[in-house]
């Protein structure tokens, strides 16, 4: 009872900050089974300015149980996205492959962070989008729309089965 009556404060104490009526056990009940994560290394760097140390690519991608959940997370991310926007200065962008929209942060190149001096934060450009009724986070737009690609594609072939077991499947960069 009193794990429970924590998780519920919790909930409640989230919820104050999402959008609309959402509330976060609500978004996680209607997270789906399968979940997969990508890592990749860049084609191409997401600035013209170097990080001191570069990182790869990697991204996301969550099924939902209930066919509400992408309409539901959307207005969660972008209302985190305008409180690190706050504090990083980041410029929301948008576009838009193979028919679907992504949203996508950027870092100022011309602005210094002092907690950033080697500047890692030129390998990211957080974004996301919905396919279907999966949602797509990833922290390159690069990345982000070769995972559209891959599920677009994904949809007009049978999955096999040990794709549907392992819910993971190999792309390469």
């Known amino acids: 009872d009193e794990i429970r009556g924590g998780l519920e404060k919790a909930d409640k104490d989230v919820s104050k900050f999402l959008p609309g009526s959402a ?25 013209k300015k170097q990080p001191g140390l570069r990182l790869p690519a990697f991204g ?11 309409k539901s997370v959307e207005p969660a991310l972008r209302s985190a996205a305008i409180i690190a926007s706050l504090q990083f200065g980041l410029k ?3 576009h838009t ?10 870092f100022p190149e011309d602005k210094e962070l ?23 986070v990833a922290s390159t737009v690069e990345l982000c729309k070769k995972l559209i690609t891959e599920l677009k594609g ?11 077991a392992a819910s993971i499947r190999i792309i390469s960069t």
């Open 114 to 136: 002092a907690d950033d001096a080697e500047g890692v934060r030129f390998n990211f450009e957080p974004c996301f989008a919905i396919v279907a009724d999966q949602l797509v």
């Open 60 to 70: 996301y991608v969550a099924t939902g149980r209930d066919p509400k959940f992408a």
């Open 92 to 94: 929301m962008t948008e």
């Open 97 to 106: 492959h193979e028919g679907t929209g992504i949203v996508a942060y950027r």
């Open 154 to 164: 994904a949809e007009k072939r049978p999955a096999s089965s040990a794709e549907r």
């Open 23 to 47: 509330r976060l056990g609500d978004l996680l009940a209607m997270w789906g089974p399968y979940h997969r994560i990508v890592v990749a290394n860049h084609d191409t760097p997401p600035y």
